[in-house]
């Protein structure tokens, strides 16, 4: 890499974003990730143009922290959503210019190539093999390997979200990723209980998972080990809904609506969801697939005491052994809440934990990583 004294200077950098369906207050990991990530980096001095999807943030032009947020038109639909806004993405970003356009996810990855073609200098980020989703069928998942494959293949530099993914690009492609992993802010615990108390919710008397109502979440099998094995003055929250309602959402709320303990809030962010966080007594995370799951961060961050499947993603947040189940197992799982549900963690495990989230995942070093990923970049 150049000398940082040789480097172009940061107020001289202009980036524009892809991948991203928006910010502030869009549900999902890439969304929050992109959030935090490019605040911090605006306030380095950097240009930073993030082109979203006109029906998640609206028709208006905003400047959020400093960061200009600009909606695309693009079809709501899931099969073209991604892939048309890219397209149509990496069109303006040449238009207006840019030293690095910043690709996230393997689907929107698919484009690299074009973006290449046309003189732009691209940095991927991989949050995780995205064709491993159970939503997805059989073309979508050949068009996403496909994403991966080209990709890594063309991308000007690769940032993966975990060693794992990174790992796994390097076998594949031989391409040697940079391990920038997602973030979190060091949260305030909130005092106030008018959401729980909305909700008619105690303090440290529910069970909380956070995530989009897709299969590979997993929610279908939290609600059949809650079902199961019910906790005397204990509910289950569930935050979060479907970006594209089909049957899967509809049949989980069917599911949770014959159960009077178990409480889908929809989408919450802000206030709302701090205090949930502030206020629950486990944090569950039973998922299928993951990248490097923020809401398991978040959770820890907020000295929650958490239990979560057993996949490679959510090893890699190093929870100790005994608080992981295996993915579907719902006997499983049932086990594990009956175990931890009223066990809050020790002063220690709580401090231990508390160091290590906010040591590894914190979002001012994340985005100074990254700022290195682009000058070597901008200058090779």
Request: hydrophobic share 40%.
């Amino acid at each position: 890499m150049s000398s940082i004294y040789r480097q172009l200077p940061l107020n001289k950098l202009k980036v524009v974003v892809l991948g991203s369906r928006g910010f502030p207050k869009i549900q999902g990991g890439v969304e929050k990730h992109c959030e935090h990530l490019y605040t911090h980096i605006a306030k380095k001095g950097c240009q930073v143009i993030v082109l979203a999807r006109k029906p998640y943030v609206g028709e208006n032009i905003i400047d959020y922290k400093g960061v200009s947020v600009i909606p695309l038109t693009c079809p709501k639909r899931r099969s073209l959503e991604a892939f048309m806004h890219t397209l149509y993405g990496v069109y303006v970003a040449k238009k207006i210019g840019c030293h690095i356009l910043h690709i996230h996810a393997v689907g929107p990855s698919l484009l690299v190539p074009l973006a290449r073609l046309l003189g732009l200098k691209v940095v991927m980020t991989n949050h995780g093999p995205d064709y491993e989703r159970k939503k997805w069928g059989r073309f979508a998942k050949f068009m996403l390997k496909l994403g991966e494959n080209l990709g890594s293949k063309r991308a000007n530099a690769i940032i993966c979200i975990s060693k794992t993914i990174a790992d796994n690009i390097e076998r594949k492609y031989n391409k040697i990723a940079t391990v920038i992993p997602n973030g979190v802010i060091m949260p305030e615990i909130m005092q106030s209980v008018n959401i729980i108390n909305r909700y008619g919710i105690d303090k440290s008397k529910y069970i909380l998972s956070v995530g989009r109502f897709v299969p590979e979440k997993g929610f279908h099998d939290l609600i059949e080990a809650f079902n199961q094995f019910p906790i005397a003055n204990y509910k289950l929250v569930i935050v979060g809904r479907a970006d594209h309602p089909d049957r899967y959402s509809l049949n989980l709320e069917k599911k949770a609506s014959k159960n009077n303990n178990i409480i889908l809030t929809g989408f919450l962010t802000g206030k709302s969801l701090q205090e949930l966080y502030s206020h629950a007594g486990l944090f569950v995370l039973p998922s299928y697939y993951e990248g490097l799951p923020i809401v398991l961060l978040e959770a820890m961050s907020y000295g929650l005491s958490c239990i979560a499947s057993d996949i490679p993603a959510n090893r890699n947040v190093e929870l100790p052994k005994d608080r992981f189940f295996n993915a579907g197992n719902v006997r499983e799982l049932s086990e594990k809440i009956k175990e931890f549900v009223d066990k809050p963690l020790a002063d220690e495990e709580k401090r231990n934990q508390l160091n290590l989230i906010e040591e590894r995942y914190n979002w001012k070093s994340i985005a100074a990583r990254t700022l290195m990923v682009y000058q070597s970049v901008a200058q090779g």
